[in-house]
């Protein structure tokens, strides 16, 4: 089983940037990263996914333009950054990782996604 911690998360206030981390202890294995969110009685959802083999990647539309996520390889490692950010963002956000060979914008559209490790979780909270 794929092990997932993340960090970075934190208080921020609106408008601001934030930068989430997430070691995973094998990471070209898996077919998608990504990273998920849920806020206090909502759903949880996809945030920003990419795929391990070519990196094409794939956005929420309330975070296009506004979030991006990276990969290095090198250190195992997902990125997620969070620019001009709104209270709306607040939530706990989750590093996933999948290794079937399925369709990764496909993948993190799902609440609860099949064949998927999950970290611990960050806390990411903004102030308006």
């Known amino acids: 089983q794929v092990q997932l911690v993340e960090s970075g998360g934190g208080s921020v206030q609106a408008g601001g940037s934030l930068r989430l981390s997430c070691v995973a202890s094998?990471?070209?294995?898996?077919?998608?990263m990504g990273w998920f969110r849920q806020a206090p009685g909502k759903e949880r959802e996809g945030v920003a996914t990419?795929?391990?083999?070519?990196?094409?990647?794939f956005y929420a539309d309330s975070v296009k333009g506004r979030f991006t996520i990276s990969e290095d390889k090198s250190k195992n490692s997902l990125y997620l950054q969070m620019n001009s950010v709104n209270p709306e963002d607040t939530a706990m956000y989750y590093c996933?990782?999948?290794?079937?060979?399925?369709?990764?914008?496909?993948?993190?559209?799902?609440?609860?996604?099949?064949?998927?490790?999950w970290g611990q979780g960050t806390q990411v909270t903004v102030s308006a």
């Open positions: 094998e990471y070209s294995s898996n077919h998608c």
């Open positions: 996933a990782a999948t290794k079937p060979r399925i369709f990764c914008s496909w993948w993190y559209t799902q609440a609860a996604p099949p064949n998927t490790n």
């Open positions: 990419i795929h391990t083999i070519g990196g094409a990647t």
